[in-house]
């Protein structure tokens, strides 16, 4: 029952984020995209830097089931506000067309096998059959997917859409821009416990500095974004990103808590003006009608590159500790084990650099691309 009804809270998060996205590039001037996209970013972290404290503090003083009824009268505020706030006419007053089920099957099965087979290749190894099967698998669903969307008269993303540079290099830089920022979610509070040392809720609070500095930053990097290049602000993100990533791998078994605060720190102002930025880059490269489509693949390109991350750093760090096994003493493990910390950040870096090399492209593209939405509308 609570992976099924787990199930039902993803579907329910899926299209919140998703409409989220729509609202904000349908209803408001390009001229105001990336302000309210900073917004947007800071109640994010607003809810991750509270979500988690208020979790842990639920369950201990009352009991586990408060997690989930704590979220009942938030919804139905939420849905409230959003009756009273978002416009209700949606459209041009055209007829809507038919939901292609068969490309949403297959854009399902391809990412539902994709994260299976990532699951497995953790479990069972990344040379394991069924590993195989299932990224196989994938590759299939998703190449159907992209067939169909090619061939259906109501497709779920336009084939024009498909076939922007600047769209296509956009969802680029998110993959890799967030390889880092999921990798190091699932990673800083092993390397806080095991080789700092602090207790759980220690952690939390050290890493709580991350969070209040890119919710301070966020609004400031998204009026940012509304006046200077969105892709010059993912490379300066990405920049910033890439060098915190790589001098932390180089110092996280210095003693004490000052490389830790500071590449925290660093970080929340790399991707204080990287979300922003590439949110708006993707959505912006879509015409009017393609919002909803845009939104949609960015949330999935988005989810995607936080759980590679997560499983990249947790196989270069647990591939470490798997290679030492027994012939570490438990005493000197912890240090040891900077090696797999090392390795999984220096690959965070590598990863930022790729999304600097995209996000160039994007700029290069020039103005002779001209505005991709006008693009789009003119075929």
Not at 106 to 117: R, T
Request: with cysteine; charged share 10%; net charge positive.
């Amino acid at each position: 029952m609570l992976v099924f009804f787990r199930c039902v809270q993803g579907l329910g998060g899926s299209i919140l984020v998703i409409m989220t996205y729509t609202a904000v590039s349908r209803f408001l001037p390009p001229a105001k995209v990336g302000g309210a996209m900073g917004i947007l970013a800071t109640c994010g972290a607003l809810g991750i830097a509270v979500g988690a404290p208020l979790g842990g503090f639920l369950t201990e003083r009352l009991s586990w089931q408060w997690v989930f009824f704590v979220n009942v009268p938030i919804g139905v505020i939420a849905i409230l506000l959003a009756s009273w706030a978002i416009p209700r006419e949606m459209g041009d007053g055209k007829p809507m067309g038919k939901l292609d089920f068969l490309g949403a099957l297959l854009s399902m099965l391809g990412v539902v096998s994709f994260v299976l087979a990532l699951n497995v290749g953790q479990k069972e190894g990344w040379n394991s059959l069924h590993f195989d099967a299932l990224l196989a698998f994938s590759v299939f669903c998703g190449s159907l997917f992209l067939v169909r969307q090619f061939m259906s008269k109501e497709p779920l993303v336009a084939p024009a859409l498909l076939k922007e540079r600047r769209f296509l290099l956009a969802n680029a830089v998110t993959v890799f821009g967030l390889l880092l920022m999921g990798g190091n979610v699932f990673l800083m509070p092993f390397l806080l416990e095991l080789v700092k040392g602090l207790s759980p809720e220690r952690a939390g609070m050290v890493l709580m500095v991350y969070s209040i500095t890119f919710m301070a930053l966020s609004p400031v990097a998204g009026r940012l974004a509304d006046r200077l290049a969105p892709s010059h602000l993912c490379v300066a993100g990405m920049g910033v990103a890439a060098a915190c990533s790589l001098v932390f791998a180089r110092t996280l078994g210095a003693p004490g808590f000052t490389n830790v605060v500071i590449f925290l720190v660093g970080l929340a102002i790399a991707y204080a003006l990287f979300m922003t930025a590439n949110a708006k880059l993707v959505l912006c490269s879509a015409p009017m009608e393609q919002k909803g489509a845009a939104s949609a693949v960015y949330g999935t390109i988005y989810n995607l590159g936080l759980l590679v991350g997560v499983n990249s750093f947790e196989t270069l760090y647990a591939g470490t500790r798997a290679a030492l096994g027994n012939a570490v003493p438990v005493a000197t493990a912890a240090r040891a084990w900077v090696s797999g910390f090392s390795h999984a950040y220096t690959f965070g870096a590598g990863a930022c650099l790729v999304s600097l090399l995209f996000a160039l492209g994007i700029s290069r593209i020039g103005k002779g691309a001209g505005n991709s939405a006008v693009a789009l509308k003119t075929g």
